[in-house]
């Protein structure tokens, strides 16, 4: 079945470093693939999505590229900022009508000034 | 963007009570609509798929007498946490599917719910 996994956290780095956050994925067909980022008490919310491969969806300086080859969709930033603590969810989707998005298990990051 | 919104955001229940959770999508309607479990620091689980107009469709493992779920229009669905106990403390999420310009899944805030 389709799966996501994602790296282990929690993740820790000083403001202005630069950030991966690797995410992989099983899937038959042709799914879309989406980062999602949850602040401390909050909701989910959608930081970005690729639909195809070699698709690349970006947001708020966070941009990450739809690898069929290597069914990947790592999630990067250049310079991350005290704000951008939170937990970060890779997902994808089947694309069938009606069909739940796929989680993977989260990954925090605590970002320290 | 699209909206979905949870009432309440926050809820306190004694044990062997029952406690119902709506989500709303305030500017779209829904014909779909996904209810999520989160434990502390854990993934989202799907719990069920809610369709409006017809029994919900429950993942292995979730009770259905014990999450009622009810979908009775494209705007609205309910979950019903039917005699709760602590170990349902938990965070839910719903999510709602919009079809059109393509089908896209907004999540609401997400429950809190605690019971003692």
């Known amino acids: 079945g389709n799966s996501v996994t994602q790296m282990e956290g929690p993740v820790t780095l000083s403001e202005e470093a630069f950030l991966t956050i690797n995410c992989t994925y099983t899937?038959?067909?042709?799914?879309?693939l989406f980062w999602y980022v949850q602040y401390p008490g909050e909701g989910l919310q959608l930081l970005l999505k690729a639909t195809k491969a070699d698709d690349k969806g970006s947001n708020k300086g966070f941009e990450a590229t739809y690898r069929k080859e290597t069914t990947s969709f790592h999630l990067e930033k250049g310079s991350v900022q005290v704000s951008d603590s939170a937990v970060y969810f890779c997902?994808?989707?089947?694309?069938?009508?009606?069909?739940?998005?796929?989680f993977g298990k989260g990954t925090t990051l605590s970002v320290s000034s | 963007g699209a909206v979905v919104s949870q009432h309440p955001s926050w809820v306190i229940c004694k044990s062997g009570t029952s406690v119902k959770i709506e989500c709303r999508s305030l500017?779209?309607?829904?014909?779909?609509m996904f209810w999520y479990r989160q434990f502390p620091k854990q993934s989202l689980m799907l719990m069920a798929t809610s369709n409006e107009g017809s029994k919900a469709t429950y993942e292995q493992g979730v009770e259905k007498d014990k999450f009622l779920i009810n979908h009775a229009s494209l705007t609205l669905s309910t979950l019903t946490v039917t005699s709760a106990h602590p170990e349902d403390s938990s965070f839910y999420i719903c999510s709602a599917t919009r079809v059109r310009p393509q089908e896209t899944q907004y999540f609401g805030p997400g429950t809190r719910l605690l019971v003692l």
């Open positions: 500017d779209f309607q829904a014909t779909t």
């Open positions: 899937a038959t067909g042709y799914p879309s």
């Open positions: 997902a994808l989707s089947a694309n069938q009508a009606g069909t739940a998005l796929i």
